[in-house]
């Protein structure tokens, strides 16, 4: 169902049309206005009330565009799994509302009032809100795209936050400011935040999923240790006990049946003790 646009997800939808503005703006009409479709004070008193929207899928230039897809593949992947369609379009168009309307008032404040565009606090409203669903889930990252290192998604979160805040404190030194929208960030990081921890989510259950290849339980990062079938060969060496208890494989088939959004508090609490158990015995293992 993936070959075909109706099969798409909703993530590589967003993929596709940030992609699809960008070569119509940048290689068709080689030198676009980008005041039409991009945010500011003057293009809100000039009432083009669509700027909000359509900032979040014009792009500077290719690396710009490529390494907001690469993270909203990534970890929007993840979110679509945990979360549903609903929430990741919701996250994505809100968290990016929300960094346009925080980069306005900094505009506003100490000036200029400079062209906001890009999907950047779209896509880190979708890390952040990643980063907090499963914090100590582990990733692979290729550093430099050559070293490979392995960071939780909490560490993830902190090195975005840090490295915002450094450029942001980069900026005050930098006349006319540095042309990269930093409070547009911060805005969507909050926002991706407060969608999940503040529980703005929606609490209706999801229709249930078909269950692919891979379950979700491989996905979510745990590989489930089964004992030996006490009818098999006794010269089979005994296997370990299963690390996932029969309560966090209750929840996880709960996720996979109705969605993350459905966990209670108790529930919730129960998957991360065991993400976080599970973290420190990847690592006392490796």
Not at 158 to 179: H, K
Not at 206 to 223: L, M, T
Not at 225 to 233: A, M, N, T, V
Not at 242 to 267: M, R
Request: proline share 5%; net charge positive.
């Amino acid at each position: 169902d993936r070959r075909v646009p109706s099969g798409w997800s909703v993530v590589i939808w967003l993929i596709v049309i940030n992609a699809s503005t960008y070569l119509l703006n940048n290689l068709i009409f080689y030198s676009p206005q980008r005041d039409i479709f991009a945010l500011s004070l003057d293009a809100l008193k000039s009432l083009r009330v669509w700027t909000p929207l359509t900032y979040q899928f014009v792009h500077a230039n290719l690396w710009h565009l490529l390494g907001n897809m690469l993270g909203l593949f990534f970890l929007g992947r993840m979110l679509l799994d945990m979360a549903g369609p609903r929430q990741v379009l919701r996250i994505y168009l809100l968290g990016g509302l929300a960094g346009g309307v925080l980069q306005l008032a900094y505009n506003a404040l100490f000036g200029p009032d400079a062209l906001i565009i890009g999907a950047s606090a779209s896509v880190l409203a979708i890390v952040i809100a990643v980063c907090t669903l499963v914090p100590y889930q582990r990733i692979q990252l290729l550093l430099f795209f050559i070293i490979p290192i392995s960071l939780t998604l909490k560490q993830v979160a902190l090195i975005i936050i840090a490295s915002n805040f450094l450029t942001l404190l980069f900026s005050f030194s930098t006349q006319g400011g540095n042309g990269i929208a930093v409070m547009a960030h911060f805005g969507g990081i909050l926002f991706g935040w407060a969608f999940i921890r503040l529980g703005f989510h929606d609490t209706r259950p999801v229709p249930a999923k078909p269950r692919r290849d891979s379950s979700f339980k491989e996905r979510f990062g745990i590989r489930i240790i089964r004992d030996s079938d006490p009818k098999s060969d006794v010269s089979t060496p005994p296997k370990k006990k299963p690390f996932v208890t029969s309560d966090v494989d209750a929840i996880l088939d709960k996720i996979n049946e109705l969605g993350f959004q459905s966990l209670t508090d108790d529930e919730r609490l129960t998957l991360e003790k065991s993400s976080r158990k599970l973290s420190r015995r990847v690592d006392r293992d490796s």
